[in-house]
T-cell receptor, first 112, second 117 residues
Framework: AQSVSQHNHHVILSEAASLELGCNYS??????LFWYVQYPGQHLQLLLK??????LVKGIKGFEAEFIKSKFSFNLRKPSVQWSDTAEYFC??????????FGAGTRLFVKA | DAGVIQSPRHEVTEMGQEVTLRCKPI?????LFWYRQTMMRGLELLIY????????DSGMPEDRFSAKMPNASFSTLKIQPSEPRDSAVYFC???????????????FGPGTRLTVL
């Protein structure tokens, strides 16, 4: 069955630490890939997306993600996190059948 | 654009009562999604529409839940009768027309926090 896996449910980092959140999907066809962020008490907002072209995409607030097709992965990275990055991060994959599957989310807590 | 609009923002009701949640998608978007979010179950897709037609309602928990989209600018999610386990935040999202690779990004509304006593 098609699925999206986020490797870590909870991540705790200190400010200025580097971040990498894993995301893998199981689907062999063409996909659109997304990372969303949900700040405490707010709705989901798009961080970045990949449809085609350069597999390294840059999003808002210094986030980037790399699509590695051979690994079915779309990991999110940020070189230096801030306290304000504390949020829940969702990876989402839109399949060729026009269905989007969200991962379970990763809660990031950044210590000031 | 005002973004996706949901009402009410908060709803507190008693078990057995009917609850209606409303959503106005972004103009020009032809996909509309209803999600439920809880601590225990995370973000769940309940149903989505394309051009006002329900495409996938496999996430609707049971017959107590129903959703309609009478026109391109309005959708409702109804729970009748409501139960305490329905307490959650319900998000509506809309999306512009799909690309060749699949659906575009979704724009989420602020959500309705439902509490059923």
């Amino acid at each position: 069955a098609q699925s999206v896996s986020q490797h870590n449910h909870h991540v705790i980092l200190s400010e200025a630490a580097s971040l990498e959140l894993g995301c893998n999907y199981s689907y062999g066809g063409t996909v659109n890939l997304f990372w969303y962020v949900q700040y405490p008490g707010q709705h989901l907002q798009l961080l970045l997306k990949y449809f085609s072209g350069d597999p390294l995409v840059k999003g808002i607030k210094g986030f980037e993600a790399e699509f590695i097709k051979s690994k079915f992965s779309f990991n999110l990275r940020k070189p230096s996190v801030q306290w304000s990055d504390t949020a829940e991060y969702f990876c989402a994959v839109s399949l060729g059948g026009f269905k989007t599957i969200f991962g379970a989310g990763t809660r990031l807590f950044v210590k000031a | 654009d005002a973004g996706v609009i949901q009402s009410p923002r908060h709803e507190v009701t008693e078990m057995g009562q009917e609850v209606t949640l409303r959503c106005k998608p972004i103009s020009g978007h032809d996909y509309l999604f209803w999600y439920r979010q809880t601590m225990m179950r995370g973000l769940e897709l309940l149903i989505y529409f394309n051009n006002n037609v329900p495409i996938d309602d496999s996430g609707m928990p049971e017959d107590r839940f129903s959703a309609k989209m009478p026109n391109a600018s309005f959708s409702t999610l109804k729970i009748q009768p409501s139960e305490p386990r329905d307490s959650a935040v319900y998000f509506c999202a809309s999306s512009p027309p799909a690309s060749a690779g699949g659906l575009n990004e979704q724009f989420f509304g602020p959500g309705t926090r439902l509490t059923v006593l």
